[in-house]
């Protein structure tokens, strides 16, 4: 029954990270960092693996919930890590990191799953209901975080003030908690898919034993606190790399959402790909919402704990491109019914804002 559901490079995964990490204090060379940067992404993708069976065990809304969950967890702890080593000079790295995922998800990550889905299947549908309900709470979220700081007066610059930080740190708690409310208790139907494809064999599959979904829950800890640790080690050789290369800073953002966003992705794409949009969508925007309503309280709290600067404004260019992502969004998902074409407008908004940043 282990074996079944739990194959054994999810095993060796994090265990090959945990060797990584014990000899990292010996060796220095760049080749070692290759070798971190791979078992960092194995170590993710397990992870993911492990907090799947653990959502097939719990079922739908709570599936989606776990897998975001998860996700989140490793983008705060990167965070917060890379705060903590790199002090001051990361005031921005929060900003960069969740504005990044935004479009990831928003665009590459719905946009894919959008392209490919239609292209299989035609038209696609699911419930409209609960997605209207997500995105009304990131676009609240996205603006009171993002662009809101460019408006206040208390401190000069794009960022809140003490006493505002702490309440916009309650604030997208509270969001995000109403909003989880609502998708597992409160409207749960809303989130559901309507029905599975015949030929959708992981739908009808049988769901783990308790004792598997234990075993993979202890693993998927294990499994966090090694990606932690590997992205800690990772960041001062990403940070050199980035300004070896001379790009922005905001580059650094993009790869810290990247990593963490591609196990996730490609979970929403082979849901797209089976004609299970609901659960894809349910994927994306569950991961953004737990991407501001976690992420911006951790920080909030190492600002606040340590006195260092929380740079959260973004500049006119990038709350441009918020704004058409949130408008496109509610486009393209407002009616309950994709073609090809959403997801072609959605990559295309991607590759402007990936060009953009790099070439500012």
């Known amino acids: 029954m282990l074996r079944g559901h739990l194959p054994l490079w999810t095993w060796l995964s994090p265990l090959v990270g945990w060797l990584l990490i014990a000899t990292s204090f010996a060796y220095t060379l760049p080749l070692f960092n290759v070798a971190l940067g791979l078992g960092l992404i194995a170590c993710v993708l397990a992870a993911v693996h492990h907090a799947e069976v653990v959502a097939h065990r719990v079922g739908e809304p709570f599936g989606t919930l776990v897998l975001a969950l998860a996700v989140t967890v ?76 460019n408006t206040t007066t208390t401190t000069e610059g794009p960022m809140y003030s003490t006493s505002q930080l702490a309440l916009i740190a309650v604030v997208s708690l509270f969001l995000y908690g109403a909003f989880v409310l609502v998708q597992t208790v409160r409207h749960r139907d809303y989130f559901l898919p309507a029905g599975a494809a015949a ?59 990247a990593i963490v966003l591609l196990p996730e992705s490609l979970a929403a794409l082979k849901a797209a790909r089976v004609d299970r949009l609901q659960t894809s969508i349910n994927l994306a925007l569950g991961s953004a919402l737990a991407s501001i309503g976690l992420t911006i309280p951790a920080v909030a709290a190492v600002s606040l704990a340590t006195g260092w600067t929380l740079v959260l404004g973004l500049d006119f260019k990038g709350m441009v491109l918020l704004g058409l992502t949130l408008l496109v969004a509610t486009l393209s998902l407002g009616t309950g019914r994709t073609t090809i074409l959403q997801g072609a407008v959605h990559l295309v908004i991607f590759a402007v804002y990936l060009f953009t940043t790099i070439v500012p």
């Open 74 to 149: 490793i983008e705060v702890a990167l965070i917060v890590s890379m705060m903590l080593t790199g002090g001051e000079v990361t005031a921005a790295l929060a900003r960069d990191t969740i504005f990044a995922a935004i479009m990831i998800i928003l665009n590459g990550m719905i946009g894919l799953c959008l392209l490919v889905g239609g292209s299989r299947h035609g038209e696609q549908s699911f419930g409209h209901y609960g997605v209207n309900a997500a995105l009304a709470t990131l676009a609240a979220l996205s603006v009171i975080t993002l662009v809101l700081p």
């Open 199 to 257: 030929h959708d064999e992981d739908a009808h599959a049988v769901p783990p034993s308790g004792r598997v979904a234990a075993v993979s829950a202890a693993l998927l800890l294990v499994c966090l606190v090694a990606v932690v640790l590997l992205a800690k080690l990772l960041a001062p050789a990403i940070e050199a790399g980035v300004m070896s290369a001379g790009a922005p800073k905001a580059v650094v953002g993009i790869i810290i959402a």
